[in-house]
């Protein structure tokens, strides 16, 4: 159990920490990565959807199993990112240092499922 706490919590901070700025760099982004953003509805419902999971890590980090079930749907959001970069990148649509940086969601999706495995049957004991 102290894993699971552990990782969720790093996973929140970590998120918090990269999302977070996410709400003042919308003119950077536009202009350091063109093409503008054209659809703020969109980059700003991006970054709020983010923020709200990071929230959940950091709920499932205070009490991992009673909130077990929620490890699900937690390792299948850093998975569909995960797959969506590979396929982005595989496509030529967006650079490799994305990649790299967005990679670190594959590593989320072994720990995530580690602390899952890992809470296995705690709720019994």
Do not use: N
Not at 4 to 20: C, E, N, S, W
Not at 49 to 78: G, N, S, T
């Amino acid at each position: 159990m102290r894993f699971a706490r552990i990782v969720f919590l790093v996973a929140g901070i970590y998120g918090l920490l990269v999302i977070v700025p996410l709400f003042f760099l919308e003119q950077r982004i536009a202009h350091e990565m063109p093409p503008a953003i054209t659809h703020p509805e969109h980059y700003y419902g991006f970054a709020g959807l983010a923020l709200a999971w990071q929230v959940l890590f950091l709920v499932l980090a205070h009490d991992p199993v009673r909130y077990r079930a929620m490890m699900i749907p937690c390792i299948l959001e850093k998975f569909i990112y995960g797959i969506a970069l590979v396929v982005l990148f595989a496509q030529q649509r967006i650079p490799v240092a994305v990649l790299v940086i967005g990679s670190i969601d594959w590593i989320f999706v072994f720990l995530f499922t580690a602390a899952y495995v890992s809470t296995a049957g705690a709720d019994r004991a």
